[in-house]
Structure formats: C-alpha cells, structure tokens
C-alpha cells in the first residue's frame, strides 16, 4: 500500500504543471481577486472611507415660500392647503439630505464637510474629497413641487467626481437608495393618509446583523478558490490512471498480482493527502500574505482544520469514484469531459463562482450537498458563530459521500484488464 | 509447461482470435508472427491473464488458470509493446516500486534491482528519470521490470520496436542469456524476422486470428519450397557450360546472372558433384558456390500475402 501512495505522491510531485496548477495556481488566484476586487463586499465596510464634500446652494426658507406662493394659488380649499403645507414642513428636502449624510451611523465612514462649489472642485482634484454633492439652488422647491403637485423637476442631487472608484460607487448606490426610499415613503404616507414621515436609512445592499461577525470578500474567495482547486486535486489523480492505463502500466500492476483495491486505496490516500496539503497551503499563505482571518483563536483554528480533514476526505473519495469509472471506459476524451463536467457542475453548485445564496432555492439545497457546498457552507458558518455543534451534521454527510463513493469505486474496479 | 487449448476471443461481431492451440515446452524460445491485426497481442493478452476468453483455456503445468490467474502471475513476465514505465520516476524508482508490488523480499529487492540493471546495461544511469532516456533505453528498462520476480516464462511484445540498433543488439543478447543461461522460457512476438530467426527454436505464425503454420524453422521452410537455387560463379564464360549443367538431371532452369550462373534444381537433388566433373571437362574452375534457400520471410508472404510489416 505504501508503494502505491509513495508512487502516486511522486509522479504527481515530479509533474510541475500539475504542482503549479494545483498548488499555486489558487494561491495566485485569491491574491489576484483580493487586490482587484476588494472592497466590493459590503463586511469589507470597515475599510472603506468615503469623504464627501457638500454644497448647498438652496435655501430650504425661500424654497418653502416660493411653494407656499404656488399652493395659494391653486384652486383647492383651505383645508387641503394645509395638509398639504404641513406635509411640505415636514418633508424639508434640503435638511432631510443633510439629516442623511449626518447620520451617526454613518459617521465612522462616510466623513462629511460643508463647503462652497469652488472649494469642492480644487479638492477632489487633490484627491482629499471622493466626491461632493451638490444642493442646487431652488432644490426644495423643484422637489416639494415634484412631490406634491406631481412636477416635474428641473432640479435635483449631483454627485461630482473626477474618477470612477469603489467609493463612488458606494456613494452612487447610498444617494439613489435614498432617494428611492424618501420617494417610497412619502407613497406610503399619502396612500396611508397618514402625516408621519420616519426616516429610513438604506443599509447599503445587504442585511447587517448585530453581535454577528460578517464574512469578508476575501475569505469567501478563499474558501471557493480552495474548494474549487482540491475537486480538480480528484479529477488530477484520476488522470493519472487513465495514461496509466493507456501505456499499459495498469496491465503491468494486474500482472503482479497485488491486490487490486491497493491501487485504489494508493490512488484515494495520496489525493487525500494532496488536497488536504493544497487547501492547508492555499489558507496558510492567504493568512500570511493578506490577513484574511485576523485575531482568531486556536478554536477556530482547530475546527478550519478538522473540517479541511474532512474535506480532503469526501475529495478522496471522489477520486476512488473517479479512478474506478477511468478504468472502465475506453475514451479518454469523453472520461475528461464527464470528470470536468461533473466537477464543474459541482462547482456552480457549491457555490466556488458565486455564493450559495445566490442560487435559486431547489440549486441551493442540492448543492448545499455538495462536499464543496457544505465545506463552503459550513465554514462560512464557522467564521461568523464557531459554534462546534455546527459541525457535527456536515462532518457525517461529508464522511458519508466518501464511504459511498468509495464503496462504488470499489465495486466497479475491474480486476482484469480488459473482459 | 504452457498450453492454449481451442483459445478464441470475440469482440461483438469480430472474432479476434479463433481456436488458438499452442505450448511451451520449459527452457524453450518460441516466436509468434503474424501481420499486424492477426490477432497475437489478444492472444499474449489471454495467456497473460489480462483478458478473458471468449472460449478455450490456457493450461500452466496441466492446470487451468483462467479460474485462478494468480497461479500464472507468479511464473510470468511480460514485456509489453508500451513502455510501461512510469516517466516522472527513475529507472531504479520504477523497478523498486514494480519489485514491491511483485511482492520480491526486501532483504533481496535492491540485489535484484541492481542485477536486472546489470542485464539490461542501465546500472550507471538508474538514478535518471525515465522520461530522460532514449526510447531504445526505456525498452531496456521495460523490460528489466518483467524480471524482478524472476519468472520463469517471459513473454515479450515486440520489444525492440523503434530503436536504434546498439540498443536493439543489446536485447536480443538479453533475451538469448535469458533463455540459455537462465533457462527462461520465450514467447517472443516481432516484426523483425531476423530476430525470430535468431532467436526461437520454434515458430508460431498466425493469420486472421488463427495459427496457419508452426514448428521449427527447417520445418516451416519446408513448407514453401519443392526446388533449390545454386548460384555459381566461374572462372570464365562459356557457353558450351551453360548448355551441359542444363542437360543435367534435375536441373530445371539455368539463368546467367551479374554474380555468375543461377541453377534452379529439385529440392534434394545433389548435383554437385555432376557441376563440378562438367566444369573440369570444360577446363573451367568454380570460384563461388552458394546454395540459396528459402527464407522465413518467404514463408511469411507465402502464408499470409503479406509482408510482416503490412
């Protein structure tokens, strides 16, 4: 048995393209997506600084009496007049914007300063602004018209900048939510003929949970990055045995008459070796190099590990599968094709190009049983609760594929070369 | 000490192999020939144990071994047409890995790799990665790996396919001390029928699956021919000669050629000693005798149609 594993550890090891695509190839692959998308993921919040300069040229009093002028001339009663005045009185667009851009909630990364057009422009030219937005002048009044006289406005917020960055983005997104959520609102109030006008913040894409740590862009990748590599560790070793067997050292092997399964059992130990060594090395080096799980205890450690363990695992005994179904079939293309499609299908599902949640309901569960899936899953669960109880289902489903699959390699293993 | 008996093989619709009876005698060198889709490599491959027959048996020392493989696994080696070597590992990486598999004692394992090393004339390089070697070393190294378990019969596929002659002389030296110094028993396929010639004391040829001839080669030549070709060579020209070695018994044609005079007589018919009183009386001397027979590639195209690289 040890012979087979030595063997396979070394032709594997002496392939260099194969080392570099298994092993390195990931790593690049993580370092590449962290430094060109970074920051795209809302957990990586903290990171981000938006300076926003703000240039009001509306004043809200002047605007206010240029539509109480408009409302008295219209022909509508007294009663209507004033409903409609107070809604405007409460609404105030020019404070409700500076109201939003003040929020405390917000002061930890959106800094904010008030400052003329000319001031604005000099300093985002300098780099010290992001971006400014402008309060055109008559902005309450073009917007009060807009609402309730159902106007349209000739007015409204600009956001100027000099280049396009992730903080523009963000700050894009925060205005247009803003502004769709006031719209939203003011619906709501009027159909509901109610004059309460509660300000709802947008919270910026996705849902923040108090007293739970979020998972960053960076370890999501590097967790589908490491998955999606170890199950093409599987497809890698299974290969091996398809040239193997086309130059008839498979034939060789029968004819010393080991027993067949220690070819099996060599194949499935050394790519458990293998991809447990690639996922260790992916996470290892993507520590080092980026951080990407800062201050975490050796709780935490040791469950990344046991589950890796057991990852590597089901891996392995998706090569058996693999190693089996190669010496059963003859075509050498249609084996690659249906490893690859197998794999990659696997992969969509697991979520290694998009996360999980994405997917539509019944593709999330099929693929929250894939082992990358439920690696993916449970180790994002990980991150965020370390919570050991969590462990217990994914560690049996995921012993369970490698016994099933391993048991199937092993019924079809053929003993002869060919019948 | 082994024997196919009434050997068939069906792939689908395609008989492959069709009744099959052949034996190795212990100690013997035996060739197989035939065109290529003759069917020998299906039919190495049932010996072997690697495929299963459609019909027939293969019988080790009387005994069947199609039920029980392993008993011919022991005995056999075999050197496949492939180069069944793993390229990423070295020479001595390949047979230590194939010695261990074959279940050789470690206590003996190194010795044994270091005298099939010895044999092949690959010790000074077994520490290189195959991938390196040239293709005639590879073969060398292909088959020192059927040989770590010392077995008693080897089968050899053609095995000097494609390399250069050193290496090629180097074999054939390898697989004759094999079989007369070690008393290893020879199944050896070729396209090169020198080599067979060299090589076996019996020959098997085969045709579309099944064995058209076999024996020995004095017993396949005899197969072909009913005449014998004399070619001699004369002091000098004479046509007065020519005329009276056609006018001697049994001979049927007498042809002039470059080399001298072609004389085409019955197989067996000893006129010798007739040419010789013919070519005193003329006061002529024979400079060069040759007696031109048959040759197995002749037999070879007379049986199959086809030359052995068709």
């Known amino acids: 048995m040890g012979s087979f594993i030595k063997k396979d550890l070394l032709v594997f090891w002496r392939d260099r393209k194969e080392v570099l695509l298994s092993l390195l190839l990931p790593i690049v692959l993580i370092a590449v997506l962290n430094i060109a998308l970074s920051g795209l993921f809302n957990s990586d919040e903290d990171s981000i600084n938006i300076h926003v300069g703000i240039v009001e040229e509306d004043n809200s009093s002047i605007g206010m009496e240029q539509f109480e002028e408009a409302l008295n001339q219209l022909n509508i009663s007294q009663v209507e007049q004033e409903a409609a005045l107070k809604q405007a009185q409460m609404l105030d667009p020019s404070k409700t914007v500076r109201d939003f851009f003040n929020n405390p909630e917000l002061q930890d990364w959106l800094h904010t300063q008030n400052i003329s057009e000319t001031e604005a422009i000099k300093l985002v030219?300098?780099?010290?602004?992001?971006?400014?937005?402008?309060?055109?002048?008559?902005f309450t009044y073009e917007v009060l018209s807009s609402i309730i006289f159902d106007e349209e406005a000739d007015v409204g917020l600009t956001i100027h900048a000099d280049e396009q960055s992730t903080e523009l983005t963000t700050l894009q997104n925060m205005v247009n939510n803003f502004v769709d959520s006031v719209n939203l609102q003011f619906a709501l109030g009027t159909s509901a003929g109610t004059d309460s006008l509660e300000q709802l913040l947008p919270q910026g894409g996705s849902e923040i949970m108090e007293g739970v740590e979020m998972y960053s862009f960076s370890q999501y990748i590097t967790i589908a990055m490491s998955a999606l590599f170890s199950l093409f560790i599987a497809q890698t070793v299974a290969m091996k045995t398809v040239t193997e067997k086309r130059e008839r050292v498979f034939n060789r092997i029968i004819l010393a008459d080991s027993h067949p399964l220690q070819f099996l059992i060599g194949k499935t130990f050394a790519t458990f070796c293998l991809s447990l060594l690639q996922i260790t090395l992916t996470f290892t080096v993507s520590q080092l190099l980026f951080d990407i799980f800062p201050d975490k205890s050796m709780q935490f450690w040791l469950g990344i590990l046991i589950i890796f363990t057991l990852f590597a695992l089901s891996i392995a005994g998706l090569s058996a599968l693999f190693t089996s179904i190669s010496l059963n079939l003859r075509d050498e293309n249609?084996?690659?094709?249906?490893?690859?499609?197998?794999?990659?299908?696997?992969?969509?599902?697991?979520?290694?190009?998009?996360?999980?949640?994405?997917?539509?309901?019944?593709?999330?569960?099929?693929?929250?049983w894939t082992p990358n899936g439920l690696t993916q899953t449970v180790l994002l669960e990980w991150i965020q609760f370390t919570n050991p109880s969590d462990l217990i289902i994914p560690i049996i489903v995921l012993i369970g594929f490698f016994i099933v699959c391993l048991a199937i390699g092993m019924s079809i293993f053929p003993t002869r070369g060919r019948n | 000490m082994l024997e196919t008996v009434k050997l068939s093989k069906t792939f689908k619709e395609k008989k492959a192999v069709e009744e099959i009876e052949l034996y190795l005698h212990a100690g013997e060198s035996v060739g197989l020939l035939g065109p290529n889709g003759a069917g020998k490599s299906t039919t190495i491959s049932m010996i072997s144990s690697l495929m299963k027959p459609t019909s027939g048996d293969v019988k080790l020392d009387g005994k069947s071994i199609i039920k029980n493989p392993s008993e011919i696994r022991k005995v056999l080696g075999v050197v496949p047409q492939e180069i069944a070597l793993y390229e990423e590992l070295s020479a001595y990486e390949n047979l230590k890995f194939f010695g261990k598999i074959y279940?050789?004692?470690?206590?003996?394992?190194?010795?044994?790799?270091?005298?099939?090393?010895?044999?092949?004339?690959?010790?000074?390089?077994?520490?290189?990665?195959?991938?390196?070697?040239?293709?005639?070393?590879?073969?060398?190294?292909?088959?020192?790996?059927?040989?770590?378990?010392?077995?008693k019969i080897l089968i050899l596929d053609e095995p000097t396919v494609g390399i250069?002659?050193?290496?090629?002389?180097?074999?054939?030296?390898?697989?004759?001390?094999?079989?007369?110094?070690?008393?290893?028993?020879?199944?050896?396929?070729?396209?090169?029928?020198?080599?067979?010639?060299?090589?076996?004391?019996?020959?098997?040829?085969?045709?579309?699956?099944?064995?058209?001839?076999?024996?020995?080669?004095?017993?396949l030549l005899s197969i072909l021919s009913t005449e014998d070709t004399i070619q001699i060579q004369l002091s000098k020209k004479s046509d007065s000669l020519l005329n009276t070695i056609k006018a001697i018994?049994?001979?049927?044609?007498?042809?002039?050629?470059?080399?001298?005079?072609?004389?085409?007589?019955?197989?067996?018919?000893?006129?010798?000693?007739?040419?010789?009183?013919?070519?005193?009386?003329?006061?002529?001397?024979?400079?060069?005798?040759?007696?031109?027979?048959?040759?197995?590639?002749?037999?070879?195209?007379?049986?199959t149609g086809k030359t052995l690289r068709d």
Do not use: W
């Not at chain 1, 996360?355 to 593709?363: D, E, G, R, T």
């Not at chain 2, 007369?180 to 090169?192: P, R």
């Not at chain 2, 029928?193 to 020995?216: F, P, W």
């Open chain 2, 249 to 303: 018994e049994h001979v049927r044609r007498v042809d002039e050629t470059t080399q001298g005079i072609r004389i085409i007589s019955k197989k067996g018919s000893n006129i010798l000693s007739d040419l010789v009183h013919a070519a005193e009386k003329e006061g002529i001397q024979i400079i060069h005798f040759q007696m031109e027979v048959p040759s197995l590639e002749d037999v070879f195209l007379h049986l």
């Open chain 1, 334 to 368: 249609a084996i690659s094709g249906i490893f690859t499609a197998i794999i990659m299908g696997m992969a969509v599902l697991g979520g290694s190009f998009a996360p999980i949640q994405s997917l539509p309901a019944v593709l999330q569960k099929i693929g929250e």
């Open chain 1, 125 to 138: 030219e300098e780099g010290e602004l992001d971006a400014f937005v402008k309060i055109p002048e008559g």
């Open chain 2, 164 to 219: 250069d002659p050193q290496s090629r002389n180097h074999i054939l030296e390898t697989v004759r001390k094999l079989n007369e110094m070690h008393g290893t028993t020879i199944l050896y396929t070729s396209h090169y029928m020198k080599e067979v010639e060299q090589l076996c004391n019996r020959v098997y040829i085969m045709d579309h699956g099944r064995v058209v001839a076999s024996g020995t080669k004095t017993e």
């Open chain 2, 103 to 151: 279940h050789v004692a470690k206590e003996v394992l190194e010795n044994r790799i270091q005298e099939v090393l010895e044999m092949v004339g690959l010790k000074d390089r077994q520490k290189e990665l195959v991938k390196t070697f040239s293709g005639g070393m590879k073969r060398r190294v292909n088959i020192a790996a059927a040989l770590l378990h010392k077995p």
